[in-house]
């Protein structure tokens, strides 16, 4: 069974303290793993896929990495409107197979 | 605007009493999905479809049903909600599935939040 695991739970910084959300995953061979930011009361909004193990992709303040096991989103000198719930999700490489698993996400607080 | 609209956004209901939520978009998607958050769970799958006609269960079928008759739309039917349905739940939309690289950006729409009683 395809598992996400993402740390911390939460996260608060000061507004220009760089840091890193982790996310785990255990998948049967990775076909992508997906990247969303979700503010309260609103639906996810995507950042970033990432196919294969090596890959990075950035955005603005974020950078986005992926290995064999993990992926980090790398937020670099963070902004108040920074903060909000990171997901991340994955997609095995199984034929048939278009199932989304997500994890539980990375409530991130930036202080002004 | 290219965009994935819920109806309702909110809704009180009883138990046992039929309910539809709907989802529409407007970007002549193939793939849309289903999706229930519920706090310490994430986001779970509930249905999926990967065009009109067909559709595919997901991680939490149980008490769901959907139908895709037209490429636009993907009702949510809940013929006997229960208070354990009682979540946030989301609609998203992609041009194909999750097993077309580079077109498989989901795009969700606002939420509905349910409460069953």
């Known amino acids: 069974e395809d598992q996400v695991t993402q740390s911390p739970e939460a996260l608060r910084l000061q507004e220009g303290e760089s840091s890193s959300l982790n996310c785990s995953y255990t998948v049967s061979g990775l076909r992508g793993l997906f990247w969303y930011r979700q503010d309260p009361g609103k639906g996810p909004e995507f950042l970033f896929t990432l196919y294969s193990a090596g890959e990075e992709k950035e955005k603005e303040r974020l950078k986005a990495t992926l290995t064999k096991k993990e992926s980090f989103l790398h937020i670099t000198a963070p902004k108040p409107e920074d903060s909000a719930t990171y997901l991340c999700?994955?997609?095995?490489?199984?034929?048939?197979?278009?199932?989304?698993?997500f994890g539980t996400g990375t409530r991130l607080t930036i202080i002004p | 605007e290219a965009q994935v609209t819920q109806n309702p956004r909110y809704l009180i209901t009883v138990t046992g009493k039929k309910l539809t939520v709907t989802c529409s978009q407007n970007?002549?998607?193939?793939?849309m999905s289903w999706y229930r958050q519920d706090p310490g769970l994430g986001l779970r799958q509930i249905y999926y479809s990967m065009n009109v006609e067909v559709t595919d269960k997901g991680d939490v079928p149980e008490g769901y049903k959907v139908s895709r008759k037209e490429k636009r739309n993907f009702p949510l039917i809940l013929e006997s909600p229960s208070p354990n349905q009682t979540s946030l739940y989301f609609c998203a939309s992609s041009l194909y599935g999750p097993n077309n690289r580079g077109r498989e950006t989901q795009y969700f729409g606002p939420g509905t939040r349910l409460l069953v009683l």
């Open positions: 970007m002549n998607h193939e793939y």
């Open positions: 999700a994955v997609q095995a490489e199984d034929f048939g197979n278009e199932k989304l698993t």
